[in-house]
């Protein structure tokens, strides 16, 4: 159980956290749509996309409020934490691709690894964590945890790290099974081999959300990408 206190639930009460992310994941949105849900639901109209998104933000908030989650890091440290997990997070990929699973990559994505130049890489990758988080922790995580909390007559502070990361995995295998599993010839090990590269890493990004704010996730998993996609690119 964490000692934090409950932040003010009143639905007039707006965080102001909240216009930062608002305008910041209104502005990617236009840029593209990376994920496939969100291409899916708007038929690819770049107006529909933002508009959803902007949906998805404002109720990922309200849905955060109502259940005590934070929206800025509620620790003094989460700067560090968010950068200690990106480090950390980048080396464990290089691990699992350069390494473990090297000869079980699909296809597609070496050829994106070793085909597309770092600063494209480095562009696409920033933008896509940034709504990945947008979508999948600030909108499904917050909706999951409220759900939770209102059935459980608690708050998302009062969760166990068993609950928090039982809610974090789900929500990360809804991103997989949307947006990652490819229909590419496959083998036995392909399952394996997303489990420990997507939903492992993705698992751990909602926990932080929990645990240190939504802020903590975000700078975590997209600096992530400055270290990961230079060290991929040398080791792949």
Same mark, same amino acid.
């Given at each position: 159980?964490l000692?934090t206190?409950?932040?003010?639930?009143?639905?007039?009460? !707006?965080?102001?956290?909240?216009?930062v992310?608002?305008?910041?994941?209104? *502005?990617?949105?236009?840029?593209?749509?990376?994920?496939?849900?969100?291409?899916?639901?708007?038929?690819?109209?770049?107006?529909?996309?933002?508009a959803?998104?902007?949906?998805?933000?404002?109720a990922?908030?309200?849905?955060?409020?109502?259940?005590?989650l934070?929206l800025?890091?509620n620790?003094?440290?989460?700067?560090?934490?968010? @950068?200690?997990?990106?480090?950390?997070?980048? @080396?464990?990929?290089?691990?699992?691709?350069?390494?473990?699973?090297?000869?079980?990559?699909?296809?597609s994505?070496?050829?994106?690894?070793?085909?597309?130049?770092?600063?494209?890489?480095?562009s696409y990758?920033?933008?896509?964590?940034?709504?990945?988080?947008? !979508?999948?922790r600030?909108?499904?995580?917050?909706?999951?945890?409220?759900?939770?909390?209102?059935?459980?007559?608690?708050?998302?502070?009062?969760?166990?790290?068993?609950? *928090?990361?039982?809610?974090?995995?789900?929500?990360?295998?809804?991103?997989?099974?949307?947006?990652?599993?490819?229909?590419?010839?496959?083998?036995?090990?392909?399952?394996?081999?997303?489990?420990?590269?997507?939903?492992?890493?993705?698992?751990?990004?909602?926990?932080?959300y929990?645990?240190?704010?939504?802020?903590?996730?975000?700078?975590?998993?997209?600096?992530?990408?400055?270290?990961?996609q230079?060290?991929l690119?040398?080791?792949?």
């Amino acid at each position: 159980m964490l000692a934090t206190a409950l932040p003010d639930r009143r639905l007039g009460a !707006i965080d102001p956290v909240l216009l930062v992310i608002l305008p910041l994941a209104m *502005a990617v949105a236009i840029v593209g749509p990376f994920d496939r849900n969100i291409q899916i639901i708007t038929s690819g109209d770049p107006l529909l996309r933002v508009a959803s998104i902007a949906v998805v933000v404002v109720a990922g908030a309200v849905f955060a409020q109502q259940s005590g989650l934070s929206l800025l890091g509620n620790s003094a440290r989460w700067p560090w934490i968010g @950068m200690g997990c990106a480090i950390g997070v980048a @080396m464990y990929v290089c691990l699992i691709d350069a390494f473990l699973f090297r000869s079980d990559l699909p296809l597609s994505y070496l050829h994106e690894i070793q085909g597309q130049g770092l600063k494209e890489r480095l562009s696409y990758y920033f933008l896509r964590a940034f709504q990945e988080n947008i !979508i999948y922790r600030l909108f499904l995580y917050s909706a999951l945890a409220w759900l939770f909390c209102r059935l459980r007559r608690t708050s998302a502070t009062e969760l166990t790290i068993v609950q *928090a990361i039982s809610i974090a995995l789900v929500v990360q295998l809804v991103n997989v099974l949307s947006n990652t599993v490819s229909l590419e010839p496959a083998s036995a090990i392909v399952p394996v081999y997303y489990a420990v590269r997507f939903v492992v890493p993705g698992t751990l990004w909602g926990f932080l959300y929990w645990r240190f704010g939504f802020a903590t996730t975000e700078l975590g998993h997209v600096a992530c990408h400055a270290f990961l996609q230079p060290a991929l690119g040398a080791l792949l």
